[in-house]
């Protein structure tokens, strides 16, 4: 049967633009009352009996029965063989991406993320102390797929940062499982294991890692058990269950984001051949049926033609049913008055990715104010940002652009203020406190500061 995707297609000179427009962009991210609930029954229980709980939802989630939570927990060596067992190629791409990731880290931590201090005219020392997280955990996800890419993403800035534990938890479920969407039965000892996502950790400097996913793993990081450490913050993602888990233990620990289905925008005035865009569409789609595609361009002819590549190229894709129900579900080709008004509705989404394709990107640019990140030009597709551009590629969704970032080596640290008050410096400093911590009936506040008047 020949699979067909249809983006819908919106104009804004109809009438109907915004309602389709809005309707398009609705997505919920309330979870499931059902999973919400079994989430809490899993955190509770985790918290309760530790590794005895950590094992048994194991064994009924991923189909791994293990013995005991050593059994579960990956050696160094381990990586290392899994990082030399792979084939060239690989090893070399693993550390040409960790290393161009590392660098545009290492630039970022000095732009604003060291301890820095300045006085001012009467001698008073102010200014900031940067220091790293104790110990992170990182999320890697498992089951239908593997994401070696997403560990380095996640790790690397982490160590950059000079987190001194780095902890990888992992699902590695029995084919026919729960988290590979059969029926949970656990018949095996051990699990599916990703060798290049065991390399990628011995690359990016992971201390401890375990074959554990899903709600309890989070649990397990956020609680701490008797072998797994908690951890002050929790970064990667992960499905319903791990996004539920993530929200119910912040506050406990820190964490990155709950991140939504992934999306793409592109901006085209038609100078880019169709196939790259289409392929650019397919990117986002090929990950699941709730991935968002969409073009914004103001030439119907281009978009027309777009669509022909799509109709074209979309057979001899292996996960060409994905995309068909992804671009047909969620997709868009939006044909626009001008450039102007196509970056003017880019902000309005506040992307995950956003594909300036272009003769002159520069030109727009200035125009784009909320996108999680900017691809600019027709040779940079968001592949290149997914694997091995350098920027980090966990990306804030959902319109969660307009107020959040990437994940960086400020997601790794934390900022202490530093003031050193000077006797001089106290004279006048101490005369304002006093004043308005008398407004506030705080009196010994007040007194406080008027004890170092002269």
Known sequence: ???????????????????????????????????????ADILADVRARGDVAVLEYTARFDGVQAPDMAA??????????????????????????????????????TQGGETATYRDEDGTLLGQKVTPLDRVGIYVPG????????????????????????????????????????????????????ELVLAAAHVAGVTRAFTIGGAQAIGALAYGTATIPKVDKITGPGNAYVASAKKRVFGQVGIDMIAGPSEILVLADGSTPPDWVAMDLFSQAEHDELAQSILL????????????????????????EIIAKSLTGRGALILTKDMEEACAIANRIAPEHLEVSSRDPRRWEPLLRHAGAIFLGAYTSESLGDYCAGPNHVLPTSGTARFSSPLS?????????????????????GRIASVLAHGEGLQAHARAAEMRLK
């Open 409 to 429: 080596v400020y997601d790794f640290q934390k900022r202490s203020s530093l003031i050193e008050v000077s006797a001089r410096g106290v004279q006048a400093l």
């Open 72 to 109: 579960l927990e990956l050696k160094a060596d381990e990586l290392k063989v899994a990082f030399d067992g792979l084939p060239a190629d690989q090893r070399e791409a693993l550390q040409a991406a960790a290393a161009r990731i590392r660098r545009y880290h290492e630039w970022q931590k």
């Open 143 to 194: 089951g239908k797929a593997a994401y070696p890419s997403s560990l380095l993403m996640n790790a690397i800035p982490a160590h950059v940062a000079g987190v001194a534990e780095i902890i990888m938890v992992m699902p590695t479920p029995v084919r026919g499982s729960v988290a590979t969407g059969g029926t949970g039965t656990a018949t095996a000892a051990g699990g599916e294991r990703n």
């Open 297 to 320: 361009c103001p030439d119907a002819a281009y978009i027309d033609a777009v669509q022909a590549a799509i109709d074209r190229l979309l057979p001899d894709m292996p996960r060409a």
């Open 1 to 39: 049967m020949k699979l067909i995707a249809a983006p819908a297609r919106l104009s804004t000179a109809r009438a109907d633009f915004e309602q389709d427009f809005a309707q398009r962009l609705h997505w919920s991210a309330d979870t499931d009352a059902a999973i919400e609930q079994r989430v």
